[in-house]
């Protein structure tokens, strides 16, 4: 709540809130976090991420995934807050296709969940198949984040926003859908 009243005053607004929620706990007070967020009146929160074990069967896991992806979105809709998955690049990261979480988000409408879209997870993972991946969540936008890379010894470094990957293509496919939510640097 201080740092909502902190935003207020300088005339901005907390347009999600970062948790790494993946599922209703009581030890990390999932409820009452999300409800005193409500309250403040910010109506998004970004999950946490769903991390694979690559040791084991994935499907399994993903059926795992699904139950508390079902219970968190049931709390979040109850409190009226929205929660929001972002797209993430690594080998153990669920989401850093797309394609398996959109499967999770598809029985959903937009209202109860949808995508905090990563421009730059989406380039790395993608490579010349994002535009495909963001073809796949488009139409469940909430947030865009854009940040950018340069490939560097077979691995993304972080660069400034005005040099790297991420480039006008990234945001002309926005323009082209008319998106007009929030965008994160």
């Known amino acids: ?21 993946v599922e ?12 005193t967020a409500q309250k403040c009146g910010i109506k998004r929160f970004r999950m946490g991420w ?3 074990d690559n040791t084991k ?15 968190l979105i049931t709390l979040a809709k109850e409190i009226g807050i929205q929660p929001t998955y ?4 690594g080998a153990k990261m669920a989401g850093a296709g797309v394609w398996d979480i959109a499967m999770l988000m598809k029985d959903y409408p937009i209202s109860d969940v949808a995508w905090a879209f990563d ?3 989406a380039k790395v993972e993608g490579g010349l198949s994002w535009p495909t991946e963001f073809a796949l969540a488009r ?3 909430a947030v865009v984040q854009f940040k950018n890379y340069i490939w560097e010894n077979n691995l993304p470094k972080s660069v400034s926003l005005s040099s790297g990957v991420v480039n006008k293509e990234s945001v002309d496919v926005l323009k082209k859908i008319g998106y007009a939510g929030p965008c994160l640097i």
């Open 1 to 21: 709540p201080k740092m909502v009243e902190a935003y207020q005053k300088e005339k901005l607004e907390l347009v999600t809130l970062t948790t790494d929620f």
């Open 24 to 35: 209703v706990n009581r030890i990390a007070r999932t409820e009452e976090i999300l409800r």
């Open 50 to 52: 769903y991390r694979y």
């Open 57 to 71: 069967a994935i499907w399994p896991q993903l059926d795992s995934f699904r139950s508390k992806f079902r219970d």
């Open 86 to 89: 972002q797209n993430h690049s």
């Open 119 to 121: 421009m730059m997870h």
């Open 139 to 141: 139409d469940r936008l």
